[in-house]
């Protein structure tokens, strides 16, 4: 059986310890072990990089836990605004959406733009529009918000002192065929102005995989990691300077650290097999699994075994 694996990210932030509270925190992990295992037994039964990362994310999507699909923030007029995409490294085919509302799975609708679009990327009501025509899943909007993001939505608008939360879910993985795919959604940054689009549908910025180098999923600040094209930028020091996905993380990390200075998590996974989830925050939700080993999933970022 040829190597596989799976990593995952359930978005990477600078926080004060005490504002995530035990039962947050079960709650994170119980999730991360489900799009883990959701992910990982595609490419066990030698299904497609491409099928278990958008299987993936759809548990992170459906996780009222996490920032995105149900459970995203809500930007500064109190509603949801959700933005993805997915790329696969077999082919560079990609697809992404920003700024939709209604649709219950981004991800699958960045799959479905990928697929059965001439387009690869289409944004707000254009995307609606679209999914609508696809018979995507679509849910009213009280099932995206929860008591917790209403909440911290009213403690921006009052401007009541709060970080505003900005995480992502993402995957990357690779398949026993050799092929490499990411995939990556978000409901953006609390409090962010209607129509602010951050880097995870942006194909290099937070998003991007090639067979020949790696795929890479990012999370934190989207202007950032956008200004950095750093998606992109570990693609190229992988390809280029011949770095593994873990070495080619960590000096992503470092770029321009001056112009970039901002929360930074990026997963990533080259075509050798290499895994890598690296950040410069003290949480970053993530996981792996590579072949039959045992599954890995933490919050802090001091915890053991990356
Ligand atoms: N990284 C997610 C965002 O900035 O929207």
Redesign the pocket.
Same mark, same amino acid.
């Given at each position: 059986m040829k190597k596989y694996a799976i990593v995952i990210h359930g978005?990477a932030v600078t926080m004060d310890p005490s504002e995530l509270s035990p039962e947050t925190e079960a709650a994170q992990r119980e999730g991360l072990q489900q799009a883990l295992q959701a992910g990982w037994e595609i490419l066990h039964q030698g299904g497609s990089a491409l099928d278990a990362v958008e299987a993936a994310v759809r548990v992170l999507e459906d996780d009222e836990h996490f920032?995105a699909g149900r459970g995203s923030s809500l930007n500064l007029q109190g509603e949801v605004q959700m933005?993805a995409s997915i790329m696969d490294g077999s082919n560079l085919k990609a697809g992404a959406v920003d700024t939709v509302r209604y649709v219950k799975n981004p991800i699958s609708l960045a799959r479905t733009i990928m697929e059965k679009c001439p387009h690869v990327y289409l944004s707000a009501d254009g995307a609606l529009e679209f999914a609508l025509q696809h018979g995507l899943e679509i849910e009213a909007v009280h099932y995206f918000e929860t008591e917790k993001t209403r909440q911290e939505w009213l403690e921006i608008v009052q401007e009541q002192e709060k970080v505003p939360q900005?995480?992502?879910v993402g995957a990357v993985a690779l398949d026993q065929d050799g092929n490499l795919a990411a995939a *990556?959604s978000? !409901?953006?940054?609390e409090g962010?102005l209607k129509g602010?689009?951050?880097?995870?549908p942006v194909l290099g910025g937070?998003t991007y995989a090639a067979n020949e180098s790696c795929a890479v999923s990012? *999370?934190?600040? !989207?202007?950032v990691?956008?200004r950095g094209a750093l998606a992109h930028e570990i693609y190229a020091l992988v390809k280029y300077k011949g770095l593994s996905a873990p070495e080619a993380c960590r000096e992503a990390l470092e770029l321009r650290a001056e112009d970039l200075k901002g929360d930074k998590g990026f997963i990533a996974i080259d075509k050798d097999g290499n895994v890598a989830l690296e950040t410069n925050c003290n949480v970053m939700r993530r996981g792996y699994r590579i072949g039959e080993e045992e599954p890995f999933v933490a919050i802090w970022t001091d915890e053991a075994a990356d």
């Open positions: 978005g920032n933005d900005k995480d992502t *990556t978000t !409901g953006g940054i962010q602010r689009v951050g880097d995870s937070g990012c *999370t934190g600040d !989207g202007e990691i956008m």
